[in-house]
């Protein structure tokens, strides 16, 4: 698999230096929590990263609740975590790789090609008993220079023309299905989907926390090879594990940054249920 390397793998390079595992546990219900549990137990060598500390920016009235950050201060932050061009990056979770696939999609849109999602997660490393530490790493801090990808974003702009009369481009929704279809919505102004975008729950992608395989990866999404391709969620997190599933079968596709929560923050954009 192109996009993800074994727990096994990883603990072979715990003394690499050119490997940087970073952490990306995080609980949306309860902010702190990702960051405590870290400092409790983490694979030795690893960083952390702070959904909304540092993968998001500053949420204002439109632009959805986990907008990309401020991009020289995000450049910072990788480098003081030791991410360079010549650094490998691990990143994992114990979120069903939601919040791992956000800094890979991220990474990716930087231009930095050398970073893998580990599968199985945090959970995996734990029922291999493989070892694990609260010592926080001191880290070289280094220079990341950036080469935005800016074909791997999409902005509303784009959704709201391409919502209509673009039989080649295909809205993902990756939340639940519940959401989609406007039955409930716990935390958005507005219940329902994007019209025209089809549902597929982020998930279910994953079997018991691994991944599937790429056999299976291509039966789940074999009807949408032609299609261009916008992903989205409810903030721009989950969706970056269905850019992850297309790209593991060589599909390249585009994340709607604020996804469900900006396109729901206008009053005059059209919602579809059921």
């Known amino acids: 698999m192109k996009n993800f390397v074994s727990v096994k793998w990883l603990k072979n ?7 940087v595992p970073v952490d990306c546990r995080f609980d949306l219900q309860d902010p702190d929590k990702g960051y405590r549990e870290y400092k ?9 990263a702070d959904l909304e500390k540092d993968l998001s920016g500053e949420v204002r009235e439109h632009g959805g609740r986990h907008p990309l950050p401020d991009l020289d201060t ?34 990716n849109y930087l231009g930095h090609e050398k ?11 734990l029922k291999r008993d493989f070892p694990v530490t609260e010592e926080i790493p001191v880290v070289d801090e280094v220079v990341f220079e950036p080469a935005i990808q800016k074909e791997l974003a999409a902005d509303i702009t784009e959704v709201q023309s391409k919502t209509k009369n673009h039989p080649n481009t295909l809205l993902i929704d990756a939340r639940g ?17 994007i019209p025209s975008a089809v549902n597929h729950f982020f998930m279910e992608n ?42 593991e079968i060589g599909k390249k596709s585009r994340l ?10 206008y009053d005059d954009n059209e919602v579809e249920t059921e």
Not at 181 to 193: Q, S, V, Y
């Open 206 to 247: 994953l079997n018991q926390g691994k991944w599937k395989s790429q056999v299976e990866l291509k039966e789940r999404f074999q009807h949408y090879q032609d299609k261009e391709i916008i992903n989205y969620c409810g903030s721009g997190v989950t969706a970056c594990v269905n850019v992850l599933a297309l790209d």
């Open 74 to 107: 995000f450049v910072r932050f990788l480098g003081s975590l030791g991410i360079d061009g010549t650094k490998t990056v691990v990143v994992y979770d114990a979120q069903n790789s939601a919040m791992a696939a956000r800094l890979w999609w991220m990474l």
């Open 13 to 19: 390079r715990l003394d690499d230096g050119n490997v």
């Open 115 to 125: 970073v893998y999602v580990l599968d199985g997660g945090y959970p995996e490393w």
């Open 177 to 193: 299905e519940e959401r989609y279809l406007g039955r409930t919505e716990p935390i958005d102004k507005k219940a329902g989907h």
């Open 256 to 265: 709607y940054v604020g996804s469900w929560s900006d396109w729901s923050s």
């Open 40 to 48: 409790e137990s983490h694979i030795p060598g690893a960083v952390y």
